[in-house]
């Protein structure tokens, strides 16, 4: 499966974030490939083309128009957001500039080549277009203008940007900005543009250039809502609070070593023919299914492997081999989100997982968090160095116990929120309870085992809200006057929690159904797990 038709480095590599493009997304990428690439060699040129789990067949049509259209595709099964689309297409990206480009055509993309000259010329980090800028060109409702204007206003105030326009997407940086500021991003919605600006200056890169644009806005993918306004600005705070209060990109920036450039490692993948199809990465070696994955006739330094039923986002393997160049890196593991199309029971299941009362310290496993360290992941899908694979398989380690049996012995774990596998998750209510207790058998065993220190923040933080409603019953059932009245406040509060959580479920699925079910499912799930992380304690003493 070794694909030769990737150029090492390219000079300009697009990057088109889509969300069902319909019908026409391939004629409209193939208007971008020839408005963007003039002047430019074959070899000089890359578009990466992101589907952000399109639903309506856009991903089928990409990859079946490569042979045609000269283009990377990379799609995922769930709907995450056009930031963290831009992100994984920015960071797959082997170009010395990188552009970004929307699919929908409302702006031209004809501006890109005026804008990399620019950037060349003048020695720019970025350059960004304006609709503010004289000489743009722009038919779009009044209402949208006055609101970009305050915006721009809020941004000007908060983060110091020397720019008038920071949303709009058509954009030209150095790969130096892709490879020190994007990794550090977590905007996922509308506020990433702000969040690349803002963070790129605050690490220094302030070269920064305005242009204009084309802009005819066609009531089509752009289109802003109320809710994704409020959701922008919700993500301007955030990006505010992280920058300016915690000064959470500049500790976050440490993490992250420079990789030197080298070939890319071949990497042998235990997977069917379908999982494979969409992985963007250039040298696999695809091995039978039905062989084991620790077999001494795999030629790969890394073995890439997947469960039953997982379904890659397309850059899962080029996202994941960066992280090897650090010696000391066994394994990458990445989350694994529901699809967009799994059941009403898999989806409770899911959103209880992605919250943060009833996921704890698996939250980060069932949706993208930050890059960290971890000891505390299942294996099924993973990227792992093949000595260290075969070194646990020989001990007897299984999947579950993999990524804690190598920290055990030094060898360090990523988790890269960069790419995502999609899983369906066990359902509620059996299925799902009886994986909590599972997993929390195993996290009560390890905590007696390392003496506390493997003990989650997140799910300590977790099980806060339902300590405080036991307390408050107890309160409330010793019955005396002032006691009962705090006890009834707890168990409130407790309730709105759990409440605030399953309203929150309802908007991200879209469905009241999945907050109806997420609501008991939160509260038995806590139960389940205190049970089964008290068992583990006590088995293991």
């Known amino acids: 499966m070794e694909r030769a038709d990737v150029p090492a480095r390219p000079l300009l590599s697009v990057v088109v974030p889509v969300y069902n493009g319909g019908p026409a997304i391939v004629e409209n990428v193939e208007v971008i490939r020839k408005g963007t690439g003039e002047g430019l060699g074959a070899d000089e040129l890359e578009l990466i083309v992101v589907s952000d789990g399109s639903i309506d067949g856009t991903d089928e049509r990409l990859l079946a128009a490569r042979s045609d259209v000269a283009m990377r595709v990379i799609h995922y099964d769930r709907n995450l957001g056009k930031g963290y689309a831009v992100k994984i297409g920015t960071l797959a990206a082997r170009g010395a500039w990188i552009a970004l480009v929307d699919a929908d055509l409302d702006l031209d993309p004809g501006a890109i080549p005026g804008y990399l000259r620019k950037a060349h010329e003048e020695r720019l980090d970025l350059v960004i277009g304006s609709k503010r800028h004289p000489r743009s060109v722009v038919h779009y409702p009044r209402s949208r203008r006055a609101a970009s ?37 977590l905007v996922k919605q509308f506020a990433f543009d702000l969040e690349l600006l803002a963070v790129a200056r605050a690490l220094g890169y302030r070269r920064i250039a305005e242009c204009p644009v084309r802009l005819e806005y066609r ?41 030197a450039e080298g070939e890319e490692p071949l990497v042998s993948l235990q997977a069917d023919e379908d999982q494979a199809r969409g992985l963007d990465y250039p040298r696999l070696e695809l091995l039978p299914t039905g062989a084991p994955p620790t077999t001494r006739a795999a ?62 310290s698996r939250r980060s496993r069932a949706f993208p968090g930050n890059v960290r360290e971890t000891d505390d992941h299942a294996a099924a899908n993973v990227v792992v160095r093949r000595d260290d694979y075969l070194a646990a398989a020989d001990a007897g380690i299984d999947a579950s116990e993999l ?137 293991r003493r």
């Open 149 to 185: 204007w305050c915006y721009q206003q809020l941004n000007s105030v908060l983060f110091r940007l020397d720019v008038r326009d920071t949303q709009v997407g058509l954009k030209v940086f150095r790969r130096e900005v892709a490879e020190d500021v994007v990794p550090l991003l």
């Open 219 to 259: 009531f089509t993918g752009s289109g802003v809502r109320s809710r994704a306004v409020a959701r922008a600005l919700l993500d301007t705070a955030a990006v505010f609070y992280r920058l300016r209060i915690l000064r959470t990109y500049q500790r976050k920036r440490q993490l992250l070593t420079p990789l």
């Open 299 to 360: 030629r790969g330094e890394l073995l890439a492997l997947l469960g039953p039923g997982a379904r890659p986002a397309g850059n899962w393997v080029s996202a994941a081999v960066p992280y090897f160049g650090r010696t000391d890196v066994a394994a990458v593991v990445v989350p694994e989100v529901a699809p967009s199309q799994a059941s009403l029971r898999e989806q409770a299941a899911a959103a209880v997982l992605e919250s943060h009362l009833g996921g704890g």
């Open 403 to 539: 990524v804690s049996w190598l920290a055990e012995r030094g060898r360090r774990t990523i988790y890269a929120p960069d790419s995502v596998v999609a899983v369906s998750p066990a359902p509620v209510f059996g299925p799902h309870l009886r994986e909590t207790f599972r997993h929390a058998l195993g996290r009560g065993t390890a905590a007696v085992r390392t003496r506390g220190r493997s003990v989650s923040t997140a799910t300590t933080l977790s099980l806060v809200p339902a300590a405080c409603a036991l307390a408050g019953a107890s309160l409330v059932a010793a019955g005396s006057g002032r006691a009962t009245k705090a006890g009834v406040a707890l168990v409130a509060v407790y309730g709105g929690a759990v409440a605030g959580s399953a309203l929150l479920a309802s908007l991200r699925f879209r469905s009241l159904r999945v907050g109806s079910l997420a609501a008991p499912a939160l509260v038995l799930t806590q139960g389940a797990y205190v049970a089964g992380f008290l068992r583990g304690a006590v088995s």
